[in-house]
């Protein structure tokens, strides 16, 4: 008997989600459903969420549409664990960009109004710086043995000799000795930085006008002493002057000016403060700087000007700072003072590009986003790796459970592991095991029943079954369609149980009365398991197992195509077991008398295909009957005797 039941079809993920052999249930779209897994066997992802969806949607149909939307992903056990750790995974690659992003550019931020502040420290620096440099070299031609009597007599030779070793010394950039009534008597510029040589300054400047060196030849003294500073326009551009007075023992013999050229002046001052510099006067002119305010192509884009408000609050000494685009670049500009000797001699701005900061800013978002990104993109996929893995045996289960619930059940689930996922699975199997056993044992309960009654058809239903199975495989058909020709035959003839002994038991040739009573067992049969929930293969096999494809069978008289496949099948296995067995009318025919009769009806009666395929499995077929007991007949233990005795 065991050996009739087949082996349980493990479920591969491709047939996993199939719609079993059983009718559908009703329920939300069960076939729909079944169609759409079909088409999509390929898809594990797919399968799965369409199952669910089917799952889900009666529990769904009892909830709030908004909250059905919202809540639909975490019915799916692999969502519930994905989603919230991927919220929480993006939520901490977004806080943490942005934290790290803004960490990194507040700290640029903070470099750059350090640095912009140490600029104007070291524009405020230099300048006094220079003024101590002038001032030194002041002292030292005034303080000079013979200078003031060179002055005094006006003596041009001899004071160039004296003061231009102490103007290269100094490597200051202007000298000039006016005598007492403001006349130059020498006046120097330096020729060339490196060798340190001067040439005589031949222009039409007259210092004499000069605020600072009037205020000396009239003898003024204020409380920080006798000498001055101030920025004078020359023939050679803007010059940063120091005065003092050069005295012969009669009193103020003349005048020595010591100067540096602001546009040299911005220059060495941009290197020591790293930024750029200009110097303004006090109408917010700009006077020299180290953006190329000089070049005329470039003068448009660069309006250095400052604003009135910029101006006044610098005039004030406030420190003002002002972003502005010079040269298509952003700048920020500090302004401040520009102080000697307690007095504002101008306005200076130290100027410093912003795009590094903004640019520095956006590079660092990119690599931080980037790192971040990869390590979310890591964690997702490491997560969605792992859930896939753990959620995968459960959603075979629960396809499996399903194909079993809708009536299929030679599938099973596979799932073997130690876990309690595992334990589950396996008590799920074990289950249907058991499920189809009883399912089968009650199958051939019912066809030990119908072969009972008539000692010359003995085994034959159990025959047809198996016999109809190999056919099946021959002709490739899958296992599940070889589990309905399985059932199909065994219970072909169950409409037998409603004809009369004296018809169905009648020794000899049938008349046409009884012939008409006996075709109708289809009809009986068909009637009989109406109310079981059979799959229609099964019905078709035991509905249309007589008819035959020229429309000569009964009970529909169907032909061709509106014979189905099973019918088919059913018929060649009933037609061979039938003339290969003993009736009361005649003696067996032997197999290859029984096939050739089976040929000879090929295309007319019988599907050729079906023949064919009769063909390749005869010799297996006999010799299956020959080694197994169950296909001479099986049958209930207390009438195997009475009946072997008939
Ligand atoms: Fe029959």
Redo the contacts with the bound molecule.
């Keep these: 008997m065991g050996g009739l039941l087949r082996p349980p079809v493990m479920i591969p993920d491709e047939r996993a989600a199939r719609q079993g052999c059983g009718v559908p249930k009703p329920g939300i779209g069960a076939s729909d459903l079944a169609e759409v897994i079909h088409s999509n066997e390929s898809n594990e992802w797919v399968k799965s969420a369409i199952l669910y969806l089917g799952m889900s949607a009666r529990i769904s149909a009892s909830r709030q549409a908004p909250w059905r939307l919202l809540s639909w992903p975490f019915r799916h056990i692999r969502w519930k664990i994905v989603l919230p750790y991927a919220f929480l995974t993006v939520l901490l690659a977004v806080v943490g960009s942005y934290l790290a992003t803004e960490l990194v550019t507040g700290s640029l931020e903070e470099r750059f109004k350090n640095q912009m502040a140490e600029a104007g420290r070291s524009v405020s620096d230099k300048v006094v710086h220079k003024e101590r440099e002038h001032l030194e070299t002041v002292r030292g031609v005034a303080f000079t043995e013979g200078v003031a009597g060179a002055v005094q007599a006006g003596d041009r030779v001899a004071l160039e000799a004296l003061v231009q070793p102490i103007a290269a010394n100094a490597g200051v950039e202007r000298l000039e000795v006016l005598d007492a009534r403001g006349n130059r008597l020498t006046a120097l510029r330096l020729a060339a930085t490196d060798s340190v040589t001067y040439e005589p300054v031949s222009d039409s400047d007259v210092p004499a006008e000069w605020p600072l060196v009037q205020r000396i030849l009239q003898g003024e003294s204020d409380g920080r002493g006798d000498k001055y500073a101030q920025i004078i326009e020359t023939s050679d551009g803007f010059v940063l002057w120091t005065a003092g007075p050069v005295f012969a023992d009669s009193g103020a013999a003349g005048v020595v000016l010591v100067g540096t050229a602001l546009e040299s002046f911005v220059r060495q001052t941009k290197a020591e403060a790293l930024a750029h510099v200009t110097v303004y006067d006090f109408a917010g002119s700009p006077l020299a700087s180290t953006f190329a305010i000089n070049d005329a192509a470039s003068a448009e884009e660069a309006n250095l000007d400052m604003s009135a408000a910029v101006l006044d609050d610098s005039i004030e000494g406030t420190v003002v700072r002002e972003q502005r685009s010079l040269f298509s670049r952003n700048y920020d500009l500090l302004y401040g003072r520009l102080e000697l000797r307690g007095q504002v001699v101008g306005l200076y701005s130290v100027g410093l590009p912003t795009d590094f900061i903004f640019n520095a800013g956006s590079d660092t978002r990119t690599r931080v986003m980037l790192l971040f990104g990869a390590g979310m993109a890591a964690v997702m996929g490491i997560g969605l790796y792992l859930t896939h893995q753990l959620t995968k045996p459960i959603l075979r289960l629960v396809r499996t459970a399903r194909i079993v619930a809708s009536g299929d059940l030679t599938v099973r689930s596979g799932v073997i592991s130690g876990d309690e996922i595992g334990i589950l699975a396996t008590s799920f199997d074990e289950m249907t095991d058991k499920l189809q056993l009883q399912h089968l044992s009650t199958i051939r309960a019912l066809t030990s029943a119908i072969d009972a009654r008539d000692p010359y058809t003995m085994g034959h239903s159990v025959r047809v079954g198996q016999l109809a199975m190999m056919l099946g495989r021959q002709l490739g058909m899958e296992e599940k369609r070889l589990a309905q020709l399985e059932i199909g035959g065994y219970l ?2 169950i ?2 149980i409603g004809i009369r002994d004296a018809v169905l038991l009648k020794p000899g040739r049938l008349t046409p009365e009884e012939r008409k009573i006996i075709e109708d ?2 009809a009986i ?1 068909l009637a009989i398991l109406e109310p079981v929930d059979l799959p229609k293969e099964v019905v078709q096999f035991v509905e249309d ?2 008819e035959r494809l020229d429309g000569s069978g009964y009970p529909r008289g169907i032909r061709n195509e509106q014979v189905s496949i099973h019918a088919r099948i059913a018929a060649v296995a ?1 037609m061979y077991d ?1 003339t290969t067995t003993e009736r009361t009318y005649r003696n067996p025919m032997s197999p290859g008398d029984a096939f050739d009769l089976l040929r000879s009806e090929s295309g007319r009666l019988l599907d050729p295909r079906v023949v064919d395929a009769l063909a390749a499995i005869l010799d297996e077929w006999e010799e299956r009957r020959r080694r197994e007991p169950a296909l001479r007949g099986f049958r209930l233990p207390d009438l195997e005797l009475p009946k072997v005795s008939v």
Excluded: Q, T
Aim: zero cysteines; glycine letters at 18%.
């Design positions: 072909h003839d409409g037998k067992h289809p049969g197992h007589h009933d039938a």
